[in-house]
């Protein structure tokens, strides 16, 4: 009896065990598989074709037609994975993350249980999956999948193949967003190499690492490398008449944040605000790609200077990414950010604090603090509070970002001068005109060596040192600098911005005023007028 009972468990357990593992072993289809696989396929080659619009429509009717009980199948189940995950292509290339990640998650885990390990459709699904993770802010699973897309790749198709290679553009812009520039410029230059070798230049093939090394290259402040590097990358979308598409347009925005670090506000703006308006006009009104490039408008306006219509852009900006992406996003952190500047340019110094705190909250969460990105906004946050009266905290904040910052870049660096300007504005608020000037002189040796000796950001920072001197009662000194400053804009005139002039032409008025010496007040008066 009881051999019996021991025979029936085992046959049910045998039973059991073919339900549930036999499909794994040998796909099944549905009587719907072929009807399915069929619409699939028309989709995937409109998608292959560049027609993104008719493999969207047919992926819809694939959705509409496919039945639920049909996942039963793995070959059914396994198929609707890669509708998905083509679908999510489709809604990524057009800025729509909320409707695509949902698919490319989905998606992906249907693909990546159903197929091998070293399967075409497994390498899209870690791709696709990638990507959702890095615009959701999950930067470490978004390198899991992306590594896992460029490793497949690489078995399937090589080390060179573009299919190989778009992972790593990929893995070098989410190494540009997390600060991390040491692995972004060898990732990108690796991935640029492989392309003028195999590709070779000027292609639409390389125009994507050009577009990536501009960017790079913007973010270190090689504003003459970065705008060269997008250049490129136009005069591939010239050669290929792609002027009037959204990859065109998405280039001339970039190039637009480099004219204005090239020292060119003006086409900066005339540039942006031109890109602006034609995404305007084609783009939904609520498109990611569209306010994204809003938000780049506001950035380029409070760079310029232009701090009311920054801040008027960047408040719209804030309020649309919240609702987007909820309010602990580093995306929503680099909209305060750049209203926090607009604020701080004002010497709106509560409203500042206030925006540049938020941001370094939410950087926090995200970012190794020893990155740019974050020390740059310890920065400016501390010298907002030390402009409040929260001066201690503000003081032990800029204290913190100098230290930071000369650990990351230890053979000095710009923005190295610029935590040292603000360290010496707060000493000079104190009275402590000595301290003032230590630290202001050490900013010029770090814009000298960034920049150059006779640069606009180095005279400027030596033009503040003159200042120092005239604080501590030292005329002459301030006379003698100031006046040398004068001479050198003089002789480089062809490089070096007219209207810098003026502020040192009203200090030596005044440093006269002050010797006295009323003519030559008079005389330099009348030059900055």
Same mark, same amino acid.
């Given at each position: 009896?009881?051999?019996?009972?021991?025979?029936?468990?085992?046959?049910?357990?045998?039973?059991?065990?073919?339900?549930? &593992?036999?499909?794994?072993?040998?796909?099944?289809?549905?009587?719907?598989?072929?009807?399915?696989?069929?619409?699939?396929?028309?989709?995937?080659?409109?998608?292959?074709?560049?027609?993104?619009?008719?493999?969207?429509?047919?992926?819809?009717?694939? &959705?509409?037609?496919?039945?639920?009980?049909?996942?039963?199948?793995?070959?059914?189940?396994?198929?609707?994975?890669?509708?998905?995950?083509?679908?999510?292509?489709?809604?990524?290339?057009?800025?729509?993350?909320?409707?695509?990640?949902?698919?490319?998650?989905?998606?992906?885990?249907?693909?990546?249980?159903?197929?091998?390990?070293?399967?075409?459709?497994?390498?899209?699904?870690?791709?696709?999956?990638?990507?959702?993770?890095?615009?959701?802010?999950?930067?470490?699973?978004?390198? !899991?999948?992306?590594?896992?897309?460029?490793?497949?790749?690489?078995?399937?198709?090589?080390?060179?193949?573009?299919?190989?290679?778009?992972?790593?553009?990929?893995?070098?812009?989410?190494?540009?967003?997390i600060g991390s520039l040491g692995q972004a410029l060898e990732e990108s230059q690796d991935v640029l190499r492989i392309r003028h070798h195999v590709y070779k230049k000027f292609t639409m093939e390389t125009m994507?690492?050009? !577009?990536?090394?501009?960017?790079?290259?913007?973010?270190?402040?090689?504003?003459?490398?970065?705008?060269?590097?997008?250049?490129?990358?136009?005069?591939? !979308?010239?050669?290929?008449?792609?002027?009037?598409?959204?990859?065109?347009?998405?280039?001339?925005?970039?190039?637009?944040?480099?004219?204005?670090?090239?020292?060119?506000?003006?086409?900066?703006?005339?540039?942006?605000?031109?890109?602006?308006?034609?995404?305007?006009?084609?783009?939904?009104?609520?498109?990611?790609?569209?306010?994204?490039?809003?938000?780049?408008?506001?950035?380029?306006?409070?760079?310029?200077?232009?701090?009311?219509?920054?801040?008027?852009?960047?408040?719209?900006?804030?309020?649309?990414?919240?609702?987007?992406?909820?309010?602990?996003?580093?995306?929503?952190?680099?909209?305060?950010?750049?209203?926090?500047?607009?604020?701080?340019?004002?010497?709106?110094?509560?409203?500042?604090?206030?925006?540049?705190?938020?941001?370094?909250?939410?950087?926090?969460?995200?970012?190794?603090?020893?990155?740019?990105?974050? &020390?740059?906004?310890?920065?400016?946050?501390?010298?907002?509070?030390?402009?409040?009266?929260?001066?201690?905290?503000?003081?032990?904040?800029?204290?913190?970002?100098?230290?930071?910052?000369?650990?990351?870049?230890?053979?000095?660096?710009?923005?190295?001068?610029?935590?040292?300007?603000?360290?010496?504005?707060?000493?000079?608020?104190?009275?402590? &005109?000595?301290?003032?000037?230590?630290?202001?002189?050490?900013?010029?040796?770090?814009?000298?060596?960034?920049?150059?000796?006779?640069?606009?950001?180095?005279?400027?920072?030596?033009?503040?040192?003159?200042?120092?001197?005239?604080?501590?009662?030292?005329?002459?000194?301030?006379?003698?600098?100031?006046?040398?400053?004068?001479?050198?804009?003089?002789?480089?005139?062809?490089?070096?911005?007219?209207?810098?002039?003026?502020?040192?032409?009203?200090?030596?008025?005044?440093?006269?005023?002050?010797?006295?010496?009323?003519?030559?007040?008079?005389?330099?008066?009348?030059?900055?007028?």
């Open positions: 009896m009881a051999s019996k009972v021991i025979l029936s468990v085992v046959i049910l357990a045998i039973a059991i065990g073919i339900a549930v &593992f036999y499909p794994k072993l040998v796909p099944s289809v549905s009587p719907n598989f072929e009807r399915y696989n069929q619409s699939y396929y028309v989709a995937l080659t409109h998608y292959k074709n560049n027609q993104s619009n008719e493999s969207q429509q047919a992926l819809t009717e694939f &959705f509409k037609a496919y039945k639920s009980e049909d996942d039963a199948f793995t070959l059914d189940y396994s198929l609707k994975g890669k509708a998905l995950v083509l679908s999510a292509f489709i809604d990524l290339n057009n800025s729509d993350p909320k409707t695509a990640c949902p698919k490319a998650f989905e998606g992906g885990r249907r693909v990546i249980s159903s197929e091998g390990s070293l399967s075409p459709d497994a390498a899209d699904a870690h791709f696709a999956i990638g990507q959702c993770q890095f615009l959701y802010a999950n930067y470490s699973e978004a390198e !899991i999948s992306l590594r896992h897309a460029q490793r497949i790749r690489t078995e399937l198709y090589g080390e060179n193949n573009t299919k190989t290679l778009d992972p790593r553009d990929y893995l070098s812009r989410l190494y540009l967003r994507k690492s050009y !577009i990536i090394m501009g960017d790079l290259y913007d973010l270190l402040g090689y504003a003459e490398g970065g705008l060269k590097f997008k250049s490129n990358a136009w005069d591939v !979308i010239e050669t290929n008449s792609l002027q009037d598409t959204m990859l065109g347009l998405n280039i001339l925005e970039s190039m637009a944040l480099s004219w204005l670090h090239w020292n060119n506000p003006p086409k900066a703006v005339y540039q942006i605000n031109n890109v602006y308006n034609q995404k305007k006009d084609r783009l939904p009104a609520d498109n990611l790609n569209l306010w994204n490039t809003l938000f780049m408008y506001g950035k380029i306006l409070q760079g310029k200077g232009d701090n009311d219509r920054a801040i008027e852009k960047l408040e719209k900006v804030l309020d649309y990414r919240i609702k987007y992406w909820g309010p602990s996003h580093p995306d929503v952190a680099d909209a305060h950010y750049y209203l926090g500047l607009a604020f701080l340019n004002q010497t709106k110094w509560d409203k500042a604090a206030e925006n540049l705190g938020k941001a370094v909250n939410i950087y926090d969460k995200y970012f190794n603090h020893e990155v740019p990105v974050v &020390f740059t906004a310890y920065d400016y946050y501390g010298y907002a509070l030390a402009k409040t009266a929260q001066r201690e905290n503000g003081k032990a904040l800029l204290e913190k970002a100098y230290d930071l910052a000369t650990k990351y870049y230890p053979d000095n660096h710009y923005l190295v001068g610029v935590i040292l300007t603000h360290q010496a504005d707060i000493a000079r608020d104190e009275k402590k &005109f000595d301290l003032a000037l230590e630290l202001d002189t050490k900013s010029v040796a770090s814009y000298s060596v960034y920049y150059g000796a006779d640069s606009d950001p180095t005279l400027e920072a030596e033009e503040t040192v003159a200042w120092d001197h005239f604080l501590k009662g030292e005329i002459i000194v301030a006379i003698e600098k100031l006046e040398n400053i004068v001479d050198r804009r003089n002789q480089h005139k062809s490089t070096l911005n007219p209207k810098k002039l003026k502020p040192v032409y009203l200090k030596l008025s005044q440093v006269f005023e002050a010797k006295p010496d009323l003519a030559k007040a008079a005389y330099y008066k009348n030059l900055a007028a």
